[in-house]
Structures are given as structure tokens and as C-alpha cells.
């Protein structure tokens, strides 16, 4: 609803004609009164007046005077322009309406006010209204499309090796750096959960933005880089340590700040990005910093070599149960004693040799591990993913132990795997004589109650039923070879009587040896599916 003041002293004109508008326009303006100047001025600084209707004459203060109190108030953040005004006044007298006109009046109307010049202003009023927010959509549209081109053209500035002295003028236009309050700092952020993944950039940048209003910081310019950080261009710097202690207040641990040292040329923008991203990168190192500023690393840190040899050797001793050699070793190839030293260059590096060389060639040699190992490795595999130093090298050296003992796994699997072969192999030229799985163990050396839980995993059978079912199979052999006597067919199959031999045949093949003979010579033997004949007749 449009928002209209009438101001009339008489308070039968302020009823009159608050009852004419309701009438001819229901439901389309929210109205209020007022019997003079002060009290109509003291109502539009409250609220959003969007029209005015007011009498000329009145005490405290008259209309003319409201106007020109009213043209001279700035506007609010967010309106869209002056209130549209009608004046009203008994008195034919040019001096008002030049006024009017001076100050831009939508209509002058005279007393007695007839009903139809009213509406008519009204209308006007309204076209005026819809002519202006249109007019504030397209500018704001236009406004917001050119601060989009200028965040695209300052990201790619920042991006800049260097800058000429012939491309300073084309970028400050372009980026609006005529506009900026100097001296600038330039500010790094991003936002890390415990599980290292990060916080949406849109929910990041509106964060920052509303942490960086509440410490009352200047801001030139607010934008994403391509990593999905924020950059805050401003000051002064104290601004950025008020917001790395706000954050510490709403325990905002995630938060991690990098910031440049002072610059106020555009050439600086390029160089202050580059110190705040770097100061940015060594909160990875220092735990307990949320915030780093580039002057704190301004001097030489230590670059070494990476350490190809020692990577090689911690990939050799997986699996090969040298568990505590693997932590001193793993100290000494990212240098631990001199972490907060060194420079971050070499641990980066490293980290990628040991992905290279270990990580992926374990995987390479061994194949895929379980989905928790995996999934460990694929974090490690990027220290990005990581908030510190240490989070990282603790999830390395848990991925190392799960990988020595999946290496051991697979190399003991395939051992076990060579024995149970060769245990199947001794069962099957062996079954005829008094074999147990003491005597079998013992012939692949291996503990009698890990061979019973090995060779059923292997066979998918007891060793008891396994061996059964090789000596009945052997005897089913003999019994279509001829007529031997079933107890010499028992004794040839390793069984230590004929009633031993006949109970085992029959529960597994559900006949007695004597029967399955005799089936045999009628041509039919059965089997698991039903009975088939084996001379070639079909029913």
C-alpha cells in the first residue's frame, strides 16, 4: 500500500477527504494525518511517506515551509526519491503556486476541492510512483550488473603477474579504483570444518561481509577467487585483527585469515592478494593462529630437497612388520623439528611425492583396500583438506598403519591360499591312508587351529567333511570298475572297516554302497537331481 500524509489544520478538510480517497481507491493507500508543518515533518522522518497532501496556511509551521524542510532532508538508504506533493490553499495567489513549482509539486489545487481534480492528482501521483520504481528496478539492475563486471575484472586483475604504467589507467577505471580509500590492505579468508571440508562460499562471503560491518571496517571491495575464498579489500588493519578476535568470541574455529601489508597503488592490489594468499597458507603450519599477517613471515624460511630416497624406503618397509621404524622415519621426512621454520613449499612438495611413490603405488601393486581406507586416502591424497599441519600428518600416519596391515593381509593371503593348495593336493594323493588334520597341518607346517579355520575359508568345507567326500568319490569309482568286495573297496579308500565305509556312503549319497551298486548294474544311478539312466534308454 502507498503511504499518503494529508495536512490540513482543519480537521474537517483531514476527515473529508481521508473519507473521499478511502472510497475511490479502497485498499490502496495507508493514510494518516496531520494539523501542521512540524507535526507532518516529525511523521515523514519516522516513515516512509510516499505522497503528500498539504494546505498552504497553517500554524507552527505552513505548507510551503514543510516542502522546503522536506526537499532538504538526504534520503534514506533504499528510498527511491521525494515524496509526490499536491497543494492545497483558498488563495488564488501566484507566489504559491511558483513555490510549488519551485519545489516540484505534482498539482496545485484550490478550496474548495473538487472531487475529481483530486483523484485525478492522485493518479498522476501514482503514474509518477510506478514511472520512478521502474526506473529504480532498471538502475539497480544496471547498477548491480556493472558492480558483477567490476568484481570479474578486479579478480582477473588480482591474477595479474604484473601491471604496466600503460595498463594502470585502463584497470583503475575499469575496477573503480579512483573510488577506493587508501591506504588498503587486502585480506584472504576461508572457512574450514573440523572434517576439513569448507564452508559454502556464499554462506563464507556473507559472513565475512556482516563480521567485517560489525568491527565498522572500510570496505573498497568484496569478492570470490576461484578457490572459493574471500577477498576483502580495505582497512585499516586493525579491522582485520577485531575480526579474527570476533571470530574467536562466536567460536568460529574454521575461520582462517590471511592479510597483506598496506598498499595505494593499483600495482599493490597484485602483490598484496599475493601476500595475503600466502599468509593465508601458513595457518596450516601454526595451529593456534587463526590470523597471519605477511610481515610476520618476511624473512628466509628454510627449503630443502625432498627426500626421495626416505619416501622410497617407508614405501619398501610396508607390510613387513616394522611398524616402529615407520613414525621416526615419517618425522624425518617433513622435518618436524623444524616445522614452524620452514617453508611451506617443501611440505607441499613432499606430500605429493609421498602420494606419488607410496600412496598410489600401493594401490597400484595391491589393489583396492576397504571403503574407511579409501576414503582416508583420497583426504590425504590433498593437505588442502586439512585445517593444520598436524590434523594432516595424523590421518597420514593412521593411513600408513592401515596400509601396513593391509599389505601384510594381502601377502599372507596369498601365502595361506599357496598351503591350502598344497594341502588339497596331499589330501588327494594321500586320502587311502590314516589321514587327520594333524597329520595334513603338520605337512604345510602350519598351527593345527589356524589350518581348520584357513581350510574351510579355502574349501568352504570342514576338513572331516572335505576328506569324506574325497574317499566316498574315490569309491564310487571303484564300485563301476567291477566286483571287488566292499570291504577291500573300504580298505582302498582309507576307511578303517566296511561298517564305517557303509554308514559315511550312505549319508552322503543317501544309498548303501551294496544299493548304489546294484543301481549301477541296472543302469540307473542316482544323483543330487533325481535319477537318469546311464545305458541311454528314456522313459
Known amino acids: 500500500m502507498t503511504k499518503l500524509l494529508i495536512v490540513d489544520d482543519e480537521k474537517n478538510i483531514r476527515i473529508g477527504l481521508k473519507t473521499m480517497i478511502e472510497r475511490e481507491f479502497p485498499d490502496q493507500y495507508e493514510l494518516v494525518t496531520a494539523a501542521h508543518g512540524a507535526e507532518?515533518?516529525?511523521?515523514?522522518?519516522e516513515a516512509d511517506i510516499e505522497i503528500i497532501i498539504t494546505d498552504i496556511?497553517?500554524?507552527v509551521m505552513d505548507g510551503i515551509a514543510l516542502i522546503e524542510k522536506i526537499s532538504a532532508e538526504p534520503l534514506a538508504s533504499g528510498q527511491g526519491g521525494r515524496p509526490m506533493v499536491i497543494i492545497l490553499s483558498g488563495y488564488e495567489d501566484f507566489k504559491y503556486a511558483k513555490a510549488a513549482i519551485q519545489y516540484q509539486a505534482v498539482d496545485y489545487l484550490l478550496k474548495p476541492i473538487r472531487r475529481e481534480e483530486l483523484f485525478a492528482a492522485l493518479r498522476k501521483c501514482q503514474d509518477h510512483l510506478a514511472k520512478r520504481s521502474q526506473m529504480t528496478e532498471q538502475l539497480a539492475v544496471t547498477e548491480s550488473y556493472r558492480l558483477e563486471v567490476q568484481a570479474v575484472r578486479l579478480q582477473e586483475l588480482l591474477l595479474q603477474q604484473e601491471v604496466t604504467e600503460d595498463e594502470v589507467r585502463e584497470w583503475s577505471a575499469e575496477i573503480g579504483f579512483n573510488q577506493y580509500i587508501l591506504p588498503f590492505s587486502v585480506a584472504v579468508l576461508t572457512y574450514k570444518n573440523e572434517d576439513g571440508s569448507r564452508m559454502k562460499k556464499e554462506d563464507?562471503?556473507?559472513?565475512?561481509?556482516?563480521?567485517?560491518?560489525?568491527?565498522?571496517?572500510?570496505l573498497n571491495a568484496s569478492l570470490l577467487d576461484r578457490e572459493g575464498q574471500v577477498i576483502l579489500i580495505g582497512g585499516p588493519q586493525s579491522k582485520f585483527a577485531q575480526m579474527s578476535l570476533l571470530a574467536a568470541e562466536r567460536e568460529l574455529d574454521g575461520m582462517l585469515i590471511g592479510v597483506s601489508r598496506e598498499g595505494s597503488l593499483l600495482p599493490d592490489l597484485v602483490s598484496c592478494y599475493r601476500q595475503a594468499c600466502e599468509s593465508l597458507k601458513y595457518t596450516f603450519i601454526y595451529p593456534n593462529s587463526r590470523m597471519i599477517w605477511y610481515e610476520e613471515l618476511n624473512r628466509k624460511r628454510l627449503v630443502y630437497p625432498v627426500p626421495k630416497e626416505a619416501i622410497r624406503k617407508l614405501g619398501n618397509i610396508l607390510g613387513t612388520n616394522r611398524e616402529k621404524?615407520?613414525?621416526?622415519l615419517l618425522q624425518e621426512i617433513f622435518r618436524i623439528?623444524?616445522?614452524?621454520?620452514?617453508?611451506?613449499?617443501?611440505?607441499e612438495d613432499v606430500s605429493q611425492h609421498m602420494n606419488e611413490q607410496v600412496l598410489d603405488e600401493v594401490f597400484r601393486v595391491y589393489g583396492e583396500a576397504s571403503v574407511d581406507v579409501l576414503k582416508l586416502y583420497r583426504k590425504v591424497g590433498d593437505m588442502s583438506n586439512f585445517c593444520h599441519f598436524h590434523d594432516y600428518f595424523r590421518s597420514l600416519e593412521q593411513l600408513l598403519s592401515d596400509l601396513d596391515e593391509y599389505i601384510k593381509e594381502i601377502r599372507s593371503a596369498h601365502s595361506e591360499q599357496g598351503d591350502m593348495r598344497e594341502a588339497v593336493v596331499y589330501i588327494e594323493n594321500n586320502y587311502h591312508r590314516p589321514l587327520n588334520m594333524a597329520v595334513v597341518s603338520n605337512y604345510v607346517s602350519l598351527n593345527y587351529s589356524y589350518f581348520s579355520e584357513a581350510f574351510k575359508a579355502y574349501t568352504g568345507e570342514s576338513f572331516v567333511t572335505y576328506l569324506k567326500k574325497v574317499r566316498i568319490r574315490k569309491a564310487k569309482e571303484?564300485?563301476?570298475k567291477g566286483?571287488?568286495?566292499?570291504?577291500?573297496?573300504?580298505?582302498?579308500?582309507g576307511f578303517e572297516n566296511s561298517r564305517q565305509f557303509s554308514r559315511v556312503f550312505k549319508e552322503l549319497e543317501g544309498v548303501s554302497p551294496q544299493e548304489y551298486r546294484d543301481k549301477l548294474?541296472?543302469?540307473?544311478?542316482?544323483?543330487?537331481?533325481?535319477?537318469?539312466r546311464v545305458d541311454g534308454d528314456q522313459d
Open 40 to 45: 507532518a515533518l516529525e511523521m515523514y522522518l
Open 57 to 59: 496556511r497553517m500554524p
Open 204 to 218: 563464507l562471503k556473507s559472513l565475512v561481509l556482516h563480521m567485517f560491518e560489525s568491527v565498522d571496517g572500510t
Open 325 to 328: 621404524e615407520m613414525g621416526p
Open 337 to 347: 623439528d623444524q616445522l614452524l621454520e620452514i617453508d611451506i613449499t617443501y611440505l
Open 478 to 480: 571303484l564300485l563301476g
Open 483 to 493: 566286483h571287488p568286495k566292499l570291504s577291500d573297496i573300504s580298505a582302498a579308500v
Open 521 to 532: 548294474a541296472a543302469g540307473i544311478v542316482r544323483f543330487a537331481g533325481g535319477e537318469n
